[in-house]
């Protein structure tokens, strides 16, 4: 809120929650998803897919506060141009107050980079403390090992860029989402990822301009609060 002026009860109710829940799904309420045909309302977090990506923001915000692994969250859809990037890049804004273009270093990691390059970029986030890492844009089958293996541990211990030497070993805290059309997810990640799916049902959706929100990022830059 731009006034800082933000009351969060010490023991919230479920309508309390249910309110907060609606607040923060109006940012994507112009996004239509997969299996919402009966559902009245879009901000009704009983659609499984705003339900996931929901909890994929309130995973990144607490993820340094839980013990043990979390699972990546997977944003797919039909289309180029359907808002896949943007719809995870909400998230990155919501938790980290910019997005990976603010940055040219932004925490980004290109899906296809050979093993060896993908864990040392991946030792530099970790390093950081990086709240969301990104892998957008992943194309046919998806299995990484080092990404898996990152999902079920509570730390990461790779190579360190530049240097031919191991870097101690780090608390995972970031959460990965994984962005593409229509990815094959290997057994292994697809039991530990929380899909998100979008379906617009819109024959050219990059030409919509309907939208509640034109600058969406924006919008949520001014107004996050913390």
Same mark, same amino acid.
């Given at each position: 809120?731009?006034?800082?002026?933000?009351?969060?009860?010490?023991?919230?109710?479920?309508?309390?929650?249910?309110?907060?829940?609606?607040?923060?799904?109006?940012?994507?309420?112009?996004?239509?998803?997969?299996?919402?045909?009966?559902?009245?309302?879009?901000?009704?977090?009983?659609?499984?897919?705003?339900?996931?990506?929901?909890?994929?923001?309130?995973?990144?915000?607490?993820?340094?506060?839980?013990?043990?692994?979390?699972?990546?969250?997977?944003?797919?859809?039909?289309?180029?141009?359907?808002?896949?990037?943007?719809?995870?890049?909400?998230?990155?804004?919501?938790?980290?107050?910019?997005?990976?273009?603010?940055?040219?270093?932004?925490?980004?990691?290109?899906?296809?980079?050979? %093993?060896?390059?993908?864990?040392? #970029? !991946?030792?530099?986030?970790?390093? $950081?403390? &990086?709240?969301?890492?990104? =892998? @957008?844009?992943?194309?046919?089958?998806?299995?990484?090992?080092?990404?898996?293996?990152?999902?079920?541990?509570?730390?990461?211990?790779?190579?360190?860029?530049?240097?031919?030497?191991?870097?101690?070993?780090?608390?995972?805290?970031?959460?990965?989402? %994984?962005?593409?059309?229509?990815? #094959? !997810?290997?057994?292994?990640?697809? $039991?530990? &990822?929380?899909?998100?799916? =979008? @379906?617009?049902?819109?024959?050219?959706?990059?030409?919509?301009?309907?939208?509640?929100?034109?600058?969406?990022?924006?919008?949520?830059?001014?107004?996050?609060?913390?």
């Amino acid at each position: 809120h731009p006034a800082g002026k933000v009351r969060i009860p010490s023991c919230p109710t479920q309508a309390q929650a249910l309110h907060a829940a609606r607040r923060l799904l109006r940012l994507i309420q112009d996004y239509r998803f997969a299996g919402e045909e009966g559902i009245e309302h879009e901000l009704d977090p009983g659609n499984c897919n705003r339900s996931a990506w929901l909890a994929g923001v309130l995973t990144s915000v607490a993820r340094a506060t839980i013990a043990g692994p979390v699972p990546m969250f997977g944003v797919t859809g039909r289309k180029q141009g359907d808002g896949k990037t943007k719809l995870s890049n909400i998230a990155v804004t919501l938790v980290d107050g910019k997005t990976p273009a603010d940055d040219e270093d932004g925490a980004k990691i290109m899906w296809d980079l050979p %093993i060896e390059e993908f864990e040392k #970029r !991946l030792a530099v986030f970790l390093m $950081r403390g &990086t709240k969301i890492l990104k =892998i @957008d844009n992943v194309e046919g089958e998806f299995g990484h090992p080092v990404i898996a293996s990152l999902v079920t541990s509570n730390y990461f211990q790779g190579r360190i860029l530049g240097r031919s030497q191991l870097t101690p070993s780090i608390r995972a805290d970031a959460t990965i989402w %994984i962005t593409g059309n229509n990815p #094959r !997810l290997t057994l292994d990640m697809l $039991r530990r &990822t929380i899909p998100v799916r =979008i @379906d617009l049902k819109h024959e050219h959706p990059e030409a919509r301009t309907d939208f509640l929100f034109p600058d969406l990022i924006g919008h949520v830059k001014q107004f996050r609060f913390y």
